[in-house]
């Protein structure tokens, strides 16, 4: 069954029928799931933090190409962000763009961003990279912050968007993120079993050998990183709407690394593995706060805090255990969420070897 | 003013230099991008600070103790994470030292609270020196003074003493160095243990600059970061010459062209600086053969 | 017959769906017989986390209501969350508190960016906002929203006051301005220019830096080549400690005024080391010390329920905040919905039930303080009034 026997069955989207039936079930899933929401509070959620989980998703997706198959590192993801929900806010705002014009020309914008620090990025490294792509994520909030044309440091408001008519709420916005997000992600899952695709994973291996092979660095590495901004910015343009004001302050380094934990904890080279590593860090984020209401340990906390440490700085457990899981991933799990996936779906399968 | 603009900038430079200091050491040995550098002096410095304040322990006192700490927090690194990685990537160390760093920082937060303290220091902030009617405060010649001292030491260490040849042997292939009989694991840690001291004093330092508080590393953190490239990843003088480098342009810079966008200055010298010349100004440039 | 079972499926499960579908509460949205549910967000964690004093002292305050007996019945369920100064989070939060927790309104909130994203969301579900976002920008009353009731000083009218003080009681004419990058900072100096354009002036100097910035020597060596004898200061605690200490570095001493953002006069003069004495604060609250009976009060219920928590001006601005609710509340009566307290609240005149300015809501008009007063730190760190309440905002 995993055998292949052409090249086209190879890069088929779906590779049997069952995973078919599944994906469809589950698209199918993914529809009412705002309802089972709103009904059961599933998990305590809300409609908004399930955009904001699509969002990330979409945002890990887009620096997973980046860095988990093509091998760059970039912690400047932030600023792409920025980038395409500033612009978006602004065509919408100002030019008055219909938001499927103004979210396409906002990755384009933000991919064109991608483009230009993909060249000086051709000749980094590794840790240098890593710099200079925090510089890069840095310097963007910085400049955004000075230019009144995008509301200075007070930030924009963005506008509401209507639906044939009626205002769009939390609802209504989950259908279009999620649309998009599923195109987007069919889009970079095609996109990985392409030639380009294959570029990238060639680049990441060894990209001296890949140059040998004939692979265009220059081409693909700054190709890499623009569908990357592209992606992200997107997501971007998503969260300013969803978010409705957007100041510059917000899209800071913490942001870049929160993007890059994401990609890291779900698995690197998994477009399955950075959606779930998404909802998973979101949803810790959010959900990781009252302390004192965890069960049978909340209380000893509370009271460990009041002897030892400040009950002023309690909240600070969920930034520890956040630190934690990234770095038990690493540590023990080297691929991540989808390397347990993959643990598990072995196991299963050479059960009773 | 531009007299004065350049002591300044010299003055804010040796602290720069003393946290590129500290990363440097490491990245010299094991290549590894240490994010965690500013939370670690952080740590320590509270420690320090907490020494003095609550123990009522005399400054010399603390300031040993603080060593010690430091020492055993960078070897604590250096033993229970970074070692257990197998095979890391560059990015997974990256990732582990951002995780210990949010640890750190939300145990700082935790334990101390997140007001703002001040640290006891014997020599005053506000008392100068006067070169010609140019003022440095005390604190910021003595600065000066450390930092190049530490880096004089550690680059005489590092050249000359057969520990130092280990750890640069350590870097260049870990492999070779435990083939000729080195051992790289105890090298780590000491590597680790020691940046972890020199960042220490630098962030009592900076501490008795200006405020103590959780989140006072991560600016300096981001220009020290600046200051190592542009004096070079690998180079202790670099460091030093980094550091003032980035303190007197980005005064001048403020000085004169803009207040506003100083803090850009130091993001963009890093990209320009990794455009022209990736390995920093003073560094020599290794290419890694196939 | 598979296509029947498969229709008989599909009406099952719509009917399960519909019965479970929650059905309409006939009563208000967190009032019960016997709690009313507050809540509120605020950055416990991250760099701005100094703030977070004021959600627990806020705590504080619904802790000490509910020991004498609540209001008309109902003792005060309240809830903090963190939310990292970060907006994503705020709305998130504001997302759990209306949907999941179904609070009746929320108190304080501090900060502009948080509050700007979750601000509409909450009018959409009636949420009251009593001090909302705990700062004087005015966000929160323009446009005019019903359910909004900040009592913040406007930084503008703040800023112009200070200026205003510098002029005429101290006779100092050139002024100069240290501020925050951001919002905040550019109100105050727009208070103060605003002033200096009214007597025909001009700001000496506006010196202006980044909220992460640690260097200030730059800065403190601009302000003092202006040759400015009063600075006004609207930044930070940090930062005034820093331009504090660079100044005193460079032998520059002027006349230092600031906003109540930096009015913890104790904590200031020990980050300084002393350098605070003199700087003239906009301090439209009580100090810490001060016998008014209400902050006794305050001080009583701190011993209590959280000794180990500082006595410090961002904790117990929390009890400031609350104050208002607490009012609207008793005013509202046992029938408590959204329109009656905010109908109760509109009758609060003049009111001085509070530890800080008399606060005033009008049907129109929801700024609810107008007036601040000025206090001068003195050498031993305690706070001596200067003068008593002046009106800033018309």
Request: with cysteine; proline share 4%.
């Amino acid at each position: 069954m995993d055998i292949k026997r052409s090249y086209y069955e190879d890069i088929e989207l779906f590779k049997s029928n069952t995973i078919l039936v599944w994906s469809i079930l589950f698209l199918v899933f993914l529809g009412i799931l705002p309802w089972l929401v709103k009904a059961y509070h599933l998990l305590g959620m809300s409609i908004y933090i399930l955009n904001l989980i699509t969002i990330n998703a979409l945002v890990a997706i887009g620096l997973n190409i980046l860095v988990g198959y093509t091998g760059q590192i970039s912690m400047g993801h932030a600023g792409f962000f920025a980038i395409g929900a500033f612009t978006s806010v602004i065509l919408v705002l100002n030019w008055n763009f219909p938001l499927w014009i103004a979210l396409p020309v906002a990755g384009f914008i933000s991919s064109a961003f991608g483009f230009i620090l993909g060249l000086p990025a051709l000749r980094l490294k590794g840790p240098y990279l890593a710099i200079a792509t925090l510089g890069f994520g840095m310097s963007i909030t910085t400049i955004i912050k000075h230019m009144e044309f995008f509301g200075g440091r007070m930030g924009l408001q963005a506008p509401k968007l209507y639906l044939f008519g009626t205002p769009m709420k939390d609802f209504h916005y989950y259908y279009v993120i999620m649309t998009i997000a599923v195109l987007m992600v069919i889009g970079a899952v095609k996109l990985i079993k392409t030639r380009v695709g294959r570029a990238f994973i060639a680049i990441r291996d060894s990209d001296i050998a890949a140059e040998a092979m004939g692979v265009n660095l220059t081409y693909y590495k700054t190709l890499a990183f623009a569908v990357s901004a592209f992606y992200t910015g997107i997501g971007g343009g998503l969260y300013a709407f969803i978010l409705g004001f957007i100041n510059p302050e917000s899209f800071h380094i913490i942001m870049s690394i929160a993007f890059l934990a994401m990609v890291v904890v779900g698995g690197l080279g998994s477009i399955m593995g950075s959606i779930a590593g998404a909802a998973l860090l979101t949803y810790l984020d959010i959900k990781l706060q009252v302390v004192q209401d965890i069960p049978a340990i909340g209380p000893a906390l509370v009271a460990f805090s009041q002897k030892y440490m400040s009950m002023a700085g309690i909240s600070n457990i969920a930034v520890i255990v956040y630190g934690l899981i990234m770095i038990l991933i690493v540590l023990f799990e080297p691929l991540g969420i989808f390397g347990f996936w993959i643990r598990t779906k072995r196991y299963w399968k050479t059960w009773p070897f | 003013m531009l007299g004065q603009l350049i002591v300044s900038g010299l003055a804010v430079g040796a602290c720069y230099s003393l946290l590129a200091l500290a990363m440097v050491i490491i990245y010299k040995t094991s290549d590894v991008l240490n994010f965690a550098q500013g939370e670690m002096a952080m740590i320590s410095t509270y420690v320090a600070f907490t020494l003095m304040e609550s123990y009522h322990v005399p400054f010399q006192w603390a300031v040993i103790f603080t060593f010690l700490f430091a020492i055993l927090l960078g070897a604590f690194f250096e033993l229970v994470f970074l070692r257990q990685a197998k095979d890391p990537t560059v990015l997974g160390l990256i990732i582990i030292t951002l995780g210990f760093e949010m640890i750190l920082m939300g145990f700082a937060g935790w334990k101390w609270g997140p007001d703002q303290r001040s640290l006891a220091f014997p020599v005053s902030n506000i008392e100068t020196y006067n070169f010609f009617g140019l003022v440095m405060s005390k604190i910021n010649f003595w600065t000066i003074v450390i930092s190049l001292v530490l880096m004089f030491i550690l680059f005489l260490f590092f050249r000359y003493t057969k520990v130092g040849i280990a750890m640069r042997a350590t870097q260049q292939n870990q492999l070779a160095a435990r083939v000729m009989g080195i051992r790289t694991k105890w090298i780590l840690s000491f590597t680790w243990a020691i940046s972890s001291m020199v960042g220490a004093v630098a962030g009592m330092l900076i501490a008795a600059l200006g405020v103590l508080d959780p989140p006072m590393m991560m600016d300096p953190l981001m220009k020290s970061f600046a200051s190592a490239v542009l004096g070079g990843m690998t180079s202790l003088p670099g460091t030093a010459v980094g550091g003032a480098m980035l303190g007197i342009i980005e005064n001048l810079f403020g000085g004169y062209v803009s207040l506003s966008f100083k803090s850009v200055v130091a993001f963009a010298i890093i990209v320009l600086m990794l455009c022209i010349k990736p390995s920093g100004l003073l560094a020599k440039h290794y290419v890694k053969k196939v | 017959m598979v296509k029947r079972n498969l229709g008989l499926i599909c009406l099952l499960t719509l009917a399960a769906f519909l019965m479970t579908a929650p059905v309409s509460a006939q009563q208000v949205r967190g009032v019960t017989d016997t709690e009313i549910l507050i809540g509120q967000t605020g950055p416990q964690t991250g760099p701005a986390a100094a703030w977070g004093a004021v959600a627990r002292g806020s705590g504080l305050f619904f802790k000490g209501i509910n020991d004498e007996g609540g209001i008309h019945g109902r003792k005060i369920k309240y809830f903090l969350r963190d939310d990292g100064y970060q907006p994503a989070k705020t709305k998130a939060i504001g997302t759990e508190f209306v949907e999941q927790i179904g609070i009746f309104g929320v108190v304080g909130c501090v900060g502009v960016g948080p509050g700007m994203s979750v601000r509409d969301y909450y009018t959409e579900n009636k949420v009251l906002m009593v001090s909302f976002g705990c700062s004087g920008v005015t966000n929160w009353i323009q446009p005019f929203n019903r359910y909004i009731f900040p009592v913040y000083q406007l930084y503008v009218d703040e800023a112009k006051a200070l200026t205003r003080y510098f002029y005429e009681n101290m006779k100092l004419t050139k002024v100069a301005v240290f501020y925050q990058n951001d919002d905040y900072g550019k109100q105050g100096l727009e208070g103060v220019e605003r002033y200096e354009k009214e007597k025909g002036l001009k700001v000496v100097a506006a010196v202006s830096a980044e909220v992460t910035d640690r260097d200030l020597s730059s800065h403190a060596l601009k302000l003092k080549n202006s040759g400015a004898e009063a600075v006004v200061l609207w930044a930070m605690p940090t930062h005034g400690a820093l331009l504090l200490a660079e100044c005193a570095k460079i032998g520059y001493k002027p006349q230092w005024g600031t906003s109540s953002t930096l009015s913890d006069g104790p904590l200031m003069m020990q980050i300084t080391k002393g350098l605070w004495a003199g700087m003239i604060n906009s301090f439209p609250i009580e100090p810490p010390d001060s016998n008014n009976p209400l902050m006794v009060k305050y001080r009583a219920w701190h011993q209590k329920y959280e000794p180990n928590e500082r006595w410090g001006t961002f904790y117990y601005s929390g009890c400031l905040y609350a104050e208002p609710l607490a009012e609207g509340l008793r005013r509202a009566g046992r029938n408590l919905t959204p329109e009656t307290f905010i109908k109760a609240m509109e009758t609060i005149r003049d009111w001085r039930g509070a530890i800080g300015a008399p606060i005033t809501f009008t049907p129109t008009d929801h700024q609810g303080t107008r007036d601040t007063r000025f206090a001068q730190v003195q050498p031993d760190g305690s706070m001596k009034i200067l003068t008593d309440w002046i009106r800033i905002t018309k």
